[in-house]
Every structure is written in structure tokens, then in C-alpha cells.
């Protein structure tokens, strides 16, 4: 999938000795016995189910690193260098930043990222609808901080930490 894994699944499948391809491949077979497991018990519906699939297929779509850019006013480099060099915290302090402005500007990018997913046949237009409206209830969407797609800022407003967003890395483009 799209920039999916990093630095642990790397080191986990070097010292299991296969794929990083085979290791995440063996993590989405666990993830889909356990929900069809939780289906079979009751726990959750299949409906739920479909949904919270459409929600991961829409997470591939936000780069985290390119909103809080945005909502910066800076470039993807220039925030990754001051994250590398040390500087961030005193490139944060510097900037005034309205948190209603960054609640709209995410959301304006998770809007999109749901209309790609459309577009790509990630997810139905039915399940973006649902996704849509949760967006717009500020309900959790983005799952736990860093990692692919992690975006902190998204659990449920703009507090969390800011630091640790920032819409569409490796979006696949759709054939034109």
C-alpha cells in the first residue's frame, strides 16, 4: 500500500527473515480474522466492519506531515528539516496559529482524501457519506498519533498534540 510500514516492519521482518511485503500481508490476515471473528460473536456487525475498512482505506490518503505544513505555512522540506535539525519547537513558537483555522483545514483535507477514495473505488460513496458526516461531528478519524497517516490533531479537535500532524502522501493518482 501507500508508504505503509516504516522502520519497525522493516526491522521486524528482517529478524523473522521475510518481506516487509509478507509481514504486512500476515498483520492485514490477523486484522481480518479478528473482525470476521468479531462478526461471528456479535461483537461488532458486518457493517461496522465494512466501515471502519473504509475508514483505514481513507487514512492512506492524509499525509499528516503535508496538513501540518499547510496549516504552518511551510513546505513539507522545510518542516522536515526543522524537525531534523532541532529547530521546530522554535519555528512553532514564532507562529500564531487560529485553532479554528487548523480544525477547518484539516478538515477541508480529510474531505478530500474521502473523495479520492471514492474516485480511486476504495470505499463507497455510502461509507463516505458516513465518513463525511463523522468528519463533520469532529468525531475520531485518524486513529492514534504517528505512524502511517497518525494524526493526533483529528481524535476529536484541535487539541493533541500539535506537533504531530500534518493530506495526501503517495495518493495514488487515479488513470487519466
Do not use: C, W
Not at 85 to 90: C, E, F, I, P, S
Not at 132 to 156: C, H, P, T, V, W
Amino acid at each position: 500500500h501507500h508508504g505503509r510500514g516504516g522502520a519497525d516492519d522493516a526491522t521486524l521482518a528482517e529478524a523473522l527473515g521475510v518481506t516487509v511485503e509478507e509481514l504486512q500481508a500476515a498483520k492485514e490476515q490477523i486484522q481480518a480474522e479478528r473482525l470476521a471473528q468479531a462478526v461471528a460473536d456479535g461483537t461488532l456487525t458486518q457493517e461496522q466492519v465494512d466501515n471502519m475498512q473504509a475508514m483505514q482505506a481513507v487514512k492512506e490518503y492524509v499525509d499528516k506531515e503535508a496538513i501540518l505544513a499547510d496549516v504552518l505555512g511551510l513546505t513539507v522540506e522545510e518542516l522536515t528539516a526543522a524537525r531534523e535539525n532541532g529547530t521546530l519547537h522554535d519555528l512553532l513558537s514564532g507562529i500564531d496559529i487560529d485553532p479554528t483555522v487548523m480544525q477547518e483545514q484539516m478538515q477541508v483535507a480529510l474531505e478530500a482524501a474521502v473523495a479520492e477514495a471514492v474516485a480511486a473505488g476504495d470505499i463507497t460513496a455510502e461509507q463516505a457519506a458516513l465518513i463525511a458526516e463523522q468528519i463533520a461531528n469532529g468525531a475520531g478519524m485518524i486513529g492514534k498519533s504517528g505512524g502511517r497517516g497518525g494524526l493526533r490533531g483529528f481524535d476529536g479537535g484541535p487539541q493533541g498534540n500539535r506537533t504531530g500532524f500534518a493530506p495526501f502522501r503517495n495518493a495514488p493518482t487515479s488513470g487519466a
